[in-house]
């Protein structure tokens, strides 16, 4: 108890007695001053008790708080020191691995200082057996490109949008026979390329007729040409069967025919990717079964 509760105590019992001395006496208002002085001494007595519970309830809840972190920083050290062990032994052993691989090393560079001779060799073998094969495969491909006609140049500015009409008509009547309808659309009336126009006739007819041979049923191929930066980007699609995203990969390869085979010698979309590939262009197709064909073109206007 502090000394202002033990104060307030004795003004209590004080103040009690002088209310009886003033009850014995029978002194009305001597009764009602020091019952009073009595019930407000009790009050601060009261109120002094309520302050120092409180600041015991602090004080016991300061050192629950500082008990709870010395027990958390006790766990920490404990996990930092079981870290620390585990970091150890892995060093430890990463050592004794880096020994033996160090001696591994040094064994396989005595293996290799007497192979490096027949192994230099045999890269030289592999090396020129691609080259041929690149050079060869170069022809093969430089053999499927159409002649360029006397009267044209292989590089003239020609407007691709007309040759991709005239091809259009010249395969309208096999299209209708076929019930397939093709559509050409063009953000633009013009959009030049430098290449043969015979060349690019070829490239649309053989996509077209491909096209048109492999739907095998009535539908509609929609060709979109536009032009982005400089570069030239034709989309040929159709609704037919498609193929498997297994065949689409191969479908530009020599004399390469799907499941979906017929008549012909399939040099069609080969040819066509030798002439996108000797312009400098891109191709590919994209083609799920039941989802119908699309082709893919990129060319350089220049």
């Given at each position: 108890?502090?000394?202002?509760?033990?104060?307030?105590?004795?003004?209590?019992?004080?103040?009690?007695?002088?209310?009886?001395?003033?009850?014995?006496?029978?002194?009305?208002?001597?009764?009602?001053?020091?019952?009073?002085?009595?019930?407000?001494?009790?009050?601060?007595?009261?109120y002094l008790f309520w302050r120092s519970n409180l600041e015991d309830?602090?004080?016991?809840?300061?050192?629950?708080?500082?008990?709870?972190?010395?027990?958390?920083?006790?766990?920490?050290?404990?996990?930092?020191?079981?870290?620390?062990?585990?970091?150890?032994?892995?060093?430890?052993?990463?050592?004794?691995?880096?020994?033996?691989?160090?001696?591994?090393?040094?064994?396989?560079?005595?293996?290799?200082?007497?192979?490096?001779?027949?192994?230099?060799?045999?890269?030289?073998?592999?090396?020129?057996?691609?080259?041929?094969?690149?050079?060869?495969?170069?022809?093969?491909?430089?053999?499927?490109?159409?002649?360029?006609?006397?009267?044209?140049?292989?590089?003239?500015?020609?407007?691709?949008?007309?040759?991709?009409?005239?091809?259009?008509?010249?395969?309208?009547?096999?299209?209708?026979?076929?019930?397939?309808?093709?559509?050409?659309?063009?953000?633009?009336?013009?959009?030049?390329?430098?290449?043969?126009?015979?060349?690019?006739?070829?490239?649309?007819?053989?996509?077209?007729?491909?096209?048109?041979?492999?739907?095998?049923?009535?539908?509609?191929?929609?060709?979109?040409?536009?032009?982005?930066?400089?570069?030239?980007?034709?989309?040929?699609?159709?609704?037919?069967?498609?193929?498997?995203?297994?065949?689409?990969?191969?479908?530009?390869?020599?004399?390469?025919?799907?499941?979906?085979?017929?008549?012909?010698?399939?040099?069609?979309?080969?040819?066509?990717?030798?002439?996108?590939?000797?312009?400098?262009?891109?191709?590919?197709?994209?083609?799920?079964?039941?989802?119908g064909m699309g082709i893919y073109i990129q060319?350089?206007?220049?």
């Open positions: 108890m502090s000394n202002g509760q033990k104060t307030l105590l004795g003004c209590s019992i004080l103040s009690y007695l002088l209310v009886l001395y003033s009850f014995f006496r029978f002194d009305l208002w001597l009764i009602l001053i020091f019952f009073i002085i009595h019930s407000l001494v009790l009050l601060s007595l009261a309830n602090d004080l016991i809840e300061q050192q629950a708080k500082y008990q709870k972190r010395a027990i958390e920083n006790e766990k920490r050290a404990e996990e930092l020191n079981d870290k620390l062990a585990a970091q150890t032994r892995l060093t430890a052993a990463k050592d004794a691995e880096m020994s033996t691989a160090r001696s591994r090393i040094s064994e396989l560079e005595q293996q290799v200082s007497g192979l490096q001779n027949t192994q230099l060799e045999r890269a030289i073998e592999v090396q020129t057996i691609l080259a041929d094969r690149e050079e060869a495969e170069s022809r093969e491909y430089e053999a499927l490109l159409p002649p360029i006609e006397p009267d044209e140049s292989p590089n003239e500015t020609i407007n691709i949008l007309q040759i991709a009409q005239d091809t259009i008509s010249e395969l309208s009547a096999f299209a209708d026979a076929a019930e397939i309808k093709i559509v050409l659309s063009a953000p633009e009336n013009d959009l030049l390329v430098k290449a043969s126009k015979g060349r690019l006739r070829i490239l649309f007819r053989n996509i077209i007729d491909n096209s048109i041979k492999y739907m095998r049923r009535s539908g509609t191929l929609i060709i979109t040409i536009s032009n982005i930066g400089d570069d030239i980007f034709i989309v040929l699609k159709d609704n037919g069967n498609g193929l498997s995203e297994h065949e689409t990969k191969h479908i530009f390869e020599l004399n390469y025919q799907g499941s979906n085979r017929i008549s012909g010698n399939g040099l069609g979309l080969t040819q066509a990717k030798a002439i996108v590939d000797y312009y400098g262009g891109s191709i590919y197709a994209k083609s799920m079964i039941g989802r060319l350089p206007t220049t």
